[in-house]
């Protein structure tokens, strides 16, 4: 089974991996070095996990998982876009980023401004472009951009970045953590499985039981971040662990100790599983994403 | 006539004032700082010359221009957000912005940061929502949102911003210089009107003649911000004036000196309200505003 795993996933990384670049426009005449730092971000490692588990979504309800490929880009446009963001010296001023200098160190503020604004900007001139993604009706294309945009906005992914800065050397309750979480990181993935689902032509019970998987997931998910920040090992990580602690940032093991924190993940991941019995023997790579989400060393 | 347009600006700057903070979403419940500072960027004055375009185009092909405020906000949260980022210390590193303190002197920078992001982001979500432009066909929306991604993105607004910062302290080409005033403010005047049309339900020819005037109006637009910056007063702008010369910027009147600057720009003038003799008397607004733009004190 969990071969099986590996092989999807190291398929669909690949499927991504390999449109990350050819979806971007091309440079212009007197613009190169934003390009180039987009590109590097984006191609600089990653698991992809959010387009990953778009396309196993799109699957899921019985679609082409190939259809969802430029939702799936767009949404690891915008995932990188906040990893450069969040990395300014302004905001959490770190060096490091899968395993390579963050884009700041690399290209400095402005280009890696620029960069963010520009991938941000660019997910949704994919998910609008003419010839993308022509073979769906274009109601559930608006219906993904609204997903998308909702989850990355001031009600989402922004939202919980501005708690998670106000948090930050504050003793904060265990409402405001779950807070950050679901709106820094659950938001995103949420929505990565809705539009996954919305292009596969999901009906509305199928999309509800993935918006439900993806809440319960993507908490799941930062809970891990949170452990893997207190026992990951930084060679294998490739960026500094320990660093929550240092900032005394508020975390699942700091509120709620190590052990506590592992089994309210894998609570997490059980629920999770239990949304998708309406996909029957179809939920499989979910079910098999999801462990991997919670079991993951990097 | 010049009351006319008087007339018609106050009236459409008031439809768009009273929608841009509306049509936001609520602050987030642990998030208020950066809601506060979308808000105080917006509000803070701004002659809504992107909005009001693209009502007037609405109305040019015949659409009822109400029906394009969704758009007109969207155009407006996005060029706010250029402001905001533009003003950063890592980019211009501008203090005052439309009369008041820039974004990140108010705010800080992190918090500036996340409100520009936000702001591009929730211009995506206005123009996607269900319950926005519904009695628009769903394809014209789909085309609006490429062409505003399209005009801000790495083709657009943000060549242009990393074009303008490569040339700083540098001696750049009349060529150059207009491929920044292209990118940094004509691609997103153009997608205003092209907006406004589309909405408006303009032919194609209708569409291609916006197009062409939003081209030539740009870069007039930009040609006169140039030599507002040299001849313009500080008080009337909210802004600081000769900040270009201090930092050795290329602007067109020191390229091609002032006068031949202002011949320029009445030239691109006269070639704008040419394009627009396909929309006969319904193309007076447009040319008033093309006026307008052109002899504005700030």
Do not use: W
């Not at 490739?238 to 929550?244: E, I, M, P, Q, V």
Request: hydrophobic letters at 40%; proline letters at 3%; charged letters at 20%.
């Amino acid at each position: 089974m969990a071969d099986l795993l590996t092989k999807t996933l190291k398929k669909y990384q690949g499927l991504v991996d390999e449109r990350l670049k050819s979806y971007l426009p091309p440079p212009g005449k007197y613009a190169r070095q934003v390009h180039k730092a987009m590109v590097y971000s984006l191609l600089g490692g990653g698991k992809r996990i959010r387009p990953v588990l778009c396309l196993m979504a799109c699957k899921a309800v019985g679609g082409r998982p190939v259809t969802a490929l430029p939702a799936a880009c767009a949404l690891e446009y915008i995932h990188t876009y906040s990893l450069i963001h969040d990395d300014l010296p302004a905001l959490d001023n770190d060096d490091y980023r899968r395993g390579q200098v963050s884009c700041h160190k690399k290209f400095g503020e402005a280009t890696a401004i620029l960069a963010g604004d520009a991938l941000l900007t660019e997910a949704f001139s994919l998910l609008s472009r003419k010839t993308i993604l022509s073979g769906l009706a274009v109601q559930p294309r608006l219906q993904v951009i609204q997903e998308i945009a909702r989850a990355a906005g001031i009600q989402g992914m922004v939202a919980g970045q501005e708690a998670d800065l106000t948090a930050e050397n504050k003793n904060v309750s265990l409402g405001v953590l779950r807070y950050i979480h679901e709106h820094k990181t659950g938001a995103l993935i949420t929505a990565s499985l809705v539009s996954g689902g919305l292009i596969g032509g999901g009906r509305r019970g199928e999309i509800e039981a993935l918006r439900t998987f993806g809440r319960k997931i993507g908490l799941a998910f930062q809970i891990k971040d949170d452990l893997l920040n207190v026992e990951g090992q930084a060679q294998i990580m490739g960026k500094k662990t320990g660093t929550d602690a240092k900032r005394a940032k508020a975390t699942y093991p700091t509120l709620l100790g190590l052990d506590q924190s592992k089994m309210l993940g894998q609570e997490l991941l059980f629920e999770a599983n239990r949304a998708l019995r309406i996909f029957g023997q179809k939920a499989l790579p979910l079910i098999q994403m999801g462990t991997y989400i919670f079991s993951r060393e990097t």
